[in-house]
């Protein structure tokens, strides 16, 4: 009793890329009667939010295209980019400070003619600010600007302290 090989086409298989593949060559599925029937596969909350993502990108792209060249289009006149990366720092300042930010900010943006979006902004401001205060600190030493107002915060707040002793210990009241 010998095994008999038999053609795989004979048995119902084909091969296709390398693989073997139970239906023969020539069966196609007829999609539009398993739609009809219920036998489709269903689309998923996932499946589904992916199809309406790629056709949003597909309109936006389509677009792009059908919209003028943007290399025509004149570039936005910007100030050139610091030469050094910049890291992100957080100070507490004070409300009324922060007003008077946003107001220097809309001073300098109405004095240079700006429209848009501000080419100053505050960080601009503040950096060049805090330069020019440690520029005037290594100049000047204690008779920088921002010693004095350092030495004068300090001597308020000394002031503030020996006024909360006094009354403290009730000193001062009538």
């Not at 946003?102 to 601009?124: C, H, M, N, W, Y």
């Amino acid at each position: 009793m010998g095994l008999e090989l038999l053609p795989l086409e004979q048995i119902g298989y084909h091969q296709s890329g390398g693989n073997l593949v139970s239906e023969p060559k020539d069966h196609k599925p007829d999609i539009m009667t398993e739609l009809l029937q219920g036998n489709a596969p269903q689309v998923t909350t996932r499946e589904n939010d992916l199809i309406e993502r790629l056709a949003f990108y597909l309109k936006r792209l389509e677009q792009r295209a059908a919209s003028p060249d943007p290399a025509k289009k004149a570039p936005k006149a910007r100030p050139p980019r610091a030469p050094r990366p910049k890291k992100k720092a957080t100070y507490y300042l004070t409300k009324v400070l922060l007003r008077r930010l946003d107001e220097a900010q809309q001073t300098l943006k109405e004095l240079s003619g700006e429209s848009g979006r501000p080419i100053v902004s505050k960080s601009l401001i503040v950096e060049l600010a805090l330069k020019t205060a440690i520029q005037d600190l290594e100049r000047s030493g204690r008779a920088s600007r921002l010693v004095k107002l350092i030495g004068s915060l300090q001597a308020q707040h000394a002031r503030a302290q020996e006024k909360a002793g006094r009354k403290k210990h009730g000193e001062g009241q009538k």
